[in-house]
């Protein structure tokens, strides 16, 4: 096997909690007392574009949200969206660290609409060691399609044999496999450290060699 030299992280559900998943969407009808079923059917209609960056969470929301008037303001429900956003600091800390040594490029792979990306980059100091954001938004793709990898990897000068996908999601994790990529279906910082190690990937977690 030869030695990894490039890992890309997944955000939502390996580095901090899902951004605008169904959870977070569930949460927001019952605070701001939404239409789930019309909520629901503006939202799929419009994440495509908002993921792959050709509308931004304001057009997203005219459309999803504020087609017609509301006893909220935009900026109180934007606020909210950007509210469900907690970070994982274990998994956080284990990127930092492979990072750190300066052994291996470092990057994210995600599906994420630009204004909360950015948020989620700089509210979790992802931006102080992360090389590159290989998000959908910019590569104007979104996992699973397999042209998201291909492109990824061509930016990075990846080669697939020597990088990792880590991410939650299975579904995002075959067509990763199908290049060549070697894969980690996350589920926690524990696991993650076991699978990083099988793969030889080698650094310093406070002080201590993993």
């Not at 939404?34 to 629901?40: K, S």
């Not at 209609?45 to 792959?52: K, T």
């Not at 504020?66 to 900026?75: A, L, Q, S």
């Not at 067509?175 to 310093?204: C, W």
Request: proline share 4%.
């Amino acid at each position: 096997m030869k030695p990894v030299r490039h890992l890309f992280f997944d955000i939502g559900g390996v580095l901090a909690t899902n951004g605008w998943d169904r959870e977070q969407r569930k949460l927001a009808v019952e605070k701001f007392d939404l239409d789930a079923v019309e909520f629901q059917t503006r939202h799929e209609e419009m994440v495509g574009p908002l993921e792959q960056g050709q509308i931004s969470l304001d057009e997203y929301l005219d459309i999803a949200v504020f087609y017609e008037p509301r006893r909220f303001g935009k900026d109180e429900f934007r606020d909210f969206i950007f509210a469900q956003s907690k970070p994982f600091a274990e998994t956080i800390e284990i990127a930092r660290a492979v990072a750190d040594g300066c052994k291996y490029w470092v990057m994210t792979m995600n599906n994420e609409g630009e204004d909360l990306n950015k948020h989620r980059i700089c509210t979790f100091g992802l931006d102080e060691f992360f090389d590159a954001f290989l998000s959908s938004c910019w590569l104007g793709l979104r996992k699973p399609a397999q042209k998201f990898y291909a492109r990824a990897l061509g930016i990075s000068e990846a080669r697939p044999r020597e990088s990792v996908l880590i991410d939650d999601r299975p579904q995002n994790l075959a067509p990763a496999r199908a290049l060549g990529m070697h894969t980690i279906h996350y589920q926690s910082a524990a696991q993650l450290l076991t699978e990083l190690d099988a793969l030889g990937v080698k650094f310093n977690l406070k002080g201590n060699s993993a």
